[in-house]
């Protein structure tokens, strides 16, 4: 099996078996990202603490929504990411993510292609210009959710 059908087959896997699918009650914040462009639609549910020293960390995420495939898998494998992590770390993160799909070859912060991570798959979506903001979406979303959370 070559990368191209390995990595299909990890958005196939995300887009039919999502991650951390559905609403958090009573969470600290919902954030909608649409794109009109396409129609995608994600909904992201977010649950930020402050630990005992005072550090924001997203102790739940999930997403609800519709679109294509690429959008979907992609709000899966970063909500698989993203658990547990401080607001410094998803920030960097997020930028990462966001330069990598833009055509930065080399990013810190993110896994390497041969790494086996799933966000790798992801990678191969920039060959696709029109496809790179269905795979930014989510992480779009979660940005703005991460800064209204910030401003309260």
């Known amino acids: 099996m070559n990368y191209r059908d390995l990595f299909g087959e990890i958005l196939a896997d995300h887009h039919e078996s999502p991650r951390h699918w559905g609403a958090i009650p009573g969470c600290t914040h919902v954030e909608k990202g649409f794109n009109p462009l396409c129609g995608d639609r994600v909904s992201i549910s977010l649950q930020v603490d402050r630990d ?12 609800e929504g519709e679109g294509c495939s690429i959008c979907m898998a992609s709000a899966s494998i970063m909500s698989e990411m993203i658990q547990g992590k401080t607001s410094a770390e998803l920030d960097a993160l997020i930028e990462a993510f966001r330069k990598k799909m833009q055509g ?9 292609e041969d ?3 799933d966000v790798t798959a992801l990678y191969g979506v920039k060959r696709f210009p029109v496809r790179i903001k269905c ?5 779009t979303t979660l940005k703005k959710g991460l800064e209204a959370c910030h401003a309260k």
């Open 52 to 63: 005992s020293a005072g550090v924001e960390r997203l102790s739940q995420c999930a997403f």
């Open 104 to 112: 930065e070859e080399f990013v810190q912060g993110l896994p390497a």
């Open 115 to 117: 790494s086996g991570e």
């Open 135 to 139: 795979a930014l979406l989510p992480w």
